[in-house]
């Protein structure tokens, strides 16, 4: 039983195009986040939404725009994408809103060309 | 910007032996927290230190904090094979705060 699934575990596709990733947590969690990973593995946060409420906003492209439909769901929806976009990005939820013991799915690693 | 910086940034070692990993941040903080990931894989949680904590166990994983120091080191007994990993240390600030990651450390454990 996945704890926090997201799909699709590899996207790859053309500059300029729009692309989504889904995420889902059978947890029972108030919190969801996303994280981005870069080819050197620093992770950075993107978005973090509490109840379907955005609490965290990073400085983002307005590109990138979260969605959560439910407290167990959180997508991510990436419009024009650029080369610079190439990452994996990590779908993460946790328990209250203080950022503690987060539980994170197998990443999405997006490429693009 | 980035909180939490790891030290070594590498570290090899053979089965059996201890692997010790440092990290350093720069702000105040409500907890620091140890996660490790594995190949091609989502980050794990390993243990959680609260700021007015010294000093905790969890199995064969040791995690120090020195707040006056901004500093924290996770302690690896008896090293496995399947310690093999990058391991990353994350402080968090409280409520509705973000949890910001260092850049991690490669641990490789020779068999």
């Known amino acids: 039983d996945t704890a926090v699934s997201q799909t699709p575990k590899y996207l790859v596709t053309q500059m300029g195009n729009d692309k989504s990733i889904k995420c889902e947590q059978n947890?029972?969690?108030?919190?969801m986040y996303w994280y981005k990973q870069d080819s050197k593995k620093f992770l950075k946060i993107m978005f973090s939404?509490?109840?379907?409420?955005?609490?965290i906003n990073e400085t983002v492209p307005n590109r990138f725009s979260p969605k959560s439909p439910d407290k167990a769901h959180l997508n991510l929806h990436i419009n024009s994408l650029e080369l610079g976009d190439s990452a994996v990005y990590f779908c993460?939820?946790?328990?209250?809103?203080?950022?503690?013991?987060?539980?994170f799915g197998s990443g999405t690693q997006l490429s693009v060309l | 910007s980035q909180q939490g910086e790891e030290d070594p940034q590498a570290l090899s070692i053979q089965e059996g032996e201890n692997a010790t990993m440092n990290c350093s941040y720069k702000t105040s903080i409500n907890n620091l927290q140890w996660y490790r990931q594995n190949s091609g894989r989502g980050l794990v949680h390993l243990i959680l230190i609260r700021s007015n904590e010294r000093e905790k166990h969890s199995g064969r994983l040791r995690v120090t904090l020195d707040t006056s120091k901004k500093s924290s080191s996770l302690l690896i007994t008896a090293s496995r094979a399947a310690d093999t990993a990058s391991y990353f240390c994350a402080t968090g600030g409280g409520a509705n705060s973000k949890l910001t990651f260092g850049k991690g450390i490669t641990l490789s454990v020779r068999p």
């Open positions: 993460a939820s946790s328990l209250g809103t203080g950022a503690e013991k987060l539980f």
């Open positions: 947890l029972g969690h108030d919190t």
């Open positions: 939404y509490n109840n379907k409420e955005l609490i």
